[in-house]
Nanobody
Framework: QLQAFGGGLVQAGDSLRLSCAAS????????VGWFRQAPGKEREFVAA????????AYGDSVKGRFTISRDNPKNTVYLQMNSLEPEDTAVYYC????????????????WGQGTQVTVSS
């Protein structure tokens, strides 16, 4: 089970950190991805991290601004979002799958409920 939280209303240029808390004894066997979905748009890959945390990947629109990390003893994955832009406004979801990460939402087995991020200009 996954739970995403940390969203909110911020201004352009601000920072925000999202958290994804997981339950289960084998969290470090799962890659975790962050996705986002804006109204009327498809779900978009944002970032992912492998189970041990050694490999990360980012969507083109967030490279250099967002950083994904994880704390396995705490069963938590973080998404640090800096230099936020109005185009980052969306519902952000975390998802988990075994072993390798993927940029495709359909490859993930478990999803959190989503947290709203709104960036005003």
């Amino acid at each position: 089970q996954l739970q995403a939280f940390g969203g909110g209303l911020v201004q352009a240029g601000d920072s925000l950190r999202l958290s994804c808390a997981a339950s289960g004894p084998t969290f470090n066997n799962y890659s975790v991805g962050w996705f986002r979905q804006a109204p009327g748009k498809e779900r978009e890959f944002v970032a992912a991290v492998t189970g041990p945390g050694r490999t990360t990947a980012y969507g083109d629109s967030v490279k250099g601004r967002f950083t994904i990390s994880r704390d396995n003893p705490k069963n938590t994955v973080y998404l640090q979002m800096n230099s936020l832009e109005p185009e980052d406004t969306a519902v952000y979801y975390c998802a988990a799958k075994r072993i390798l990460y993927s940029p495709r939402p359909g490859d993930y087995d478990y999803w959190g409920q989503g947290t709203q991020v709104t960036v005003s200009s």
